[in-house]
């Protein structure tokens, strides 16, 4: 029986690779509630690795926001989580945990990188600059993870995500990401029994999404291939992986979509005063895809499930 933590189990992501370890008859779960184990200090994050024994660590916690957040408060972000990180990678270390994996994401690429996005592309331009000290917190994670493996031969690995979304998704009226946000925008619409709903922008713009069901199993996969494989298929200073669909839409065809799944039945407006943002944002996943993973669920079928559960959790989602 191995014992496994899962740092972030409340988030989305930690939720989602908690529910499937769950399913593993040889792991015994390890969680801790914020109010349990504050993970920016650094003594009780040392004082808990020292009493669990731990065999492996999913490092899924974070401090994440949108665009507004991340530009009113980007001490924060940067700070809580290069503490987060530096806390639960250094104290994995010196309490003798030989396997971890960082999940990142994929705003650690320049703010032009050539589409699609592949692996290579870390730190060859400029970051966007609404999100830079998130996306340097990311970045340092992803070398933390690099060094501690050079210099002391631990199997620290690192996977960088697409565009997320499914169950314990932010659905906030003006905090979420584009998924949730259209989810409940549509519904509220067709509860209103309104004829129309503004979308913002043009509809151009290109965007992948990954179920974040998805997002656990490749997070799985990846922990669980042999170190040998694993080493094969990156590099000692650019070994994380991303995960993805390696599948865009057009905002436009995304927002068709999560009308019909939610059955709204009115027009859809385009506001093309409201801005795009970069005409294209897609990742490389051949990597993963040569370590045998790929994707199960189609945009259609995920954006069914999201909205399943906010239908089922929507006195959680009020803002």
Request: proline residues 6%; negative net charge.
């Given at each position: 029986m191995k014992k496994v933590y899962v740092a972030g189990h409340r988030g989305m992501v930690g939720s989602a690779i908690v529910k499937q370890l769950e399913l593993q008859n040889d792991v015994e779960l390890i969680v801790r509630t914020r109010e349990e184990l504050d993970l920016t200090n650094q003594q009780a994050v040392r004082a808990f690795f020292e009493k669990e024994s731990i065999s492996e660590v999913y490092l899924a916690a974070a401090k994440v926001g949108g665009i507004h957040a991340n530009n009113v408060f980007p001490a924060d972000f940067?700070?809580?989580?290069?503490?987060?990180?530096?806390n639960i990678i250094h104290a994995a270390h010196v309490c003798g945990v030989q396997k971890l994996l960082f999940l990142g994401s994929s705003c650690i690429y320049p703010k032009l990188a050539a589409q699609p996005m592949?692996?290579?592309?870390?730190?060859?331009?400029?970051?966007?600059?609404?999100n830079e000290p998130y996306a340097l917190a990311k970045i340092a994670g992803i070398k933390l993870c690099e060094s501690y493996n050079r210099q002391h031969g631990r199997d620290y690995r690192s996977v960088m995500p697409t565009n997320l979304y499914g169950p314990h998704d932010n659905f906030h009226p003006e905090n979420s990401h584009v998924i949730p946000a259209l989810l409940r925008r549509f519904h509220e619409a067709k509860v209103r029994g309104d004829s129309e709903v503004v979308a913002w922008g043009s509809g151009t713009p290109m965007r992948e999404f990954l179920h974040v069901d998805d997002m656990a199993a490749a997070s799985i996969h990846v922990m669980?291939?042999?170190?040998?494989?694993y080493d094969e298929n990156t590099?000692?200073?650019?070994?994380h992986i991303n995960v993805g669909t390696g599948v865009d839409c057009t905002i436009r065809e995304l927002t068709e979509t999560?009308?019909?799944?939610?059955?709204?039945?009115?027009?859809?407006?385009?506001?093309?005063?409201?801005?795009?943002?970069?005409p294209r944002k897609l990742m490389s996943v051949k990597r993963l895809a040569d370590l045998g993973w790929q994707y199960s669920f189609s945009l259609q079928e995920g954006l069914a499930d999201a909205y399943q559960w906010f239908l089922e959790n929507q006195d959680k989602c009020r803002g």
């Open positions: 940067i700070y809580e989580n290069l503490m987060i990180e530096c592949s692996e290579s592309t870390l730190l060859t331009g400029t970051l966007e600059p609404t669980e291939l042999d170190k040998e494989t590099e000692p200073m650019l070994s999560v009308a019909k799944v939610v059955g709204f039945e009115g027009k859809i407006i385009w506001d093309t005063s409201k801005p795009d943002g970069a």
